[in-house]
């Protein structure tokens, strides 16, 4: 499902000439450094529950 919207997406960018609002790449790398932050807050907080 999630390649059809995708699928979609790029043909409708394709017919209407709307551009994106940077590269492709650059969301990929967002979504990335987005979920390694999650990670090291959740990483962070692992021992708090043993402490007292």
């Known amino acids: ?3 059809a919207l995708v699928a979609e ?4 960018t394709e017919e209407h000439g709307v551009d994106l609002p940077m590269p492709p790449l650059a969301f990929g790398i967002v979504a990335i450094c987005i979920l390694l932050a999650m990670l090291l807050v959740t990483w962070a907080f692992k021992n708090s529950g043993t402490r007292h």
Do not use: G, K, R
């Not at 997406?9 to 409708?12: G, I, L, Y």
């Open 1 to 3: 499902m999630l390649h």
């Open 9 to 12: 997406a790029a043909q409708q």
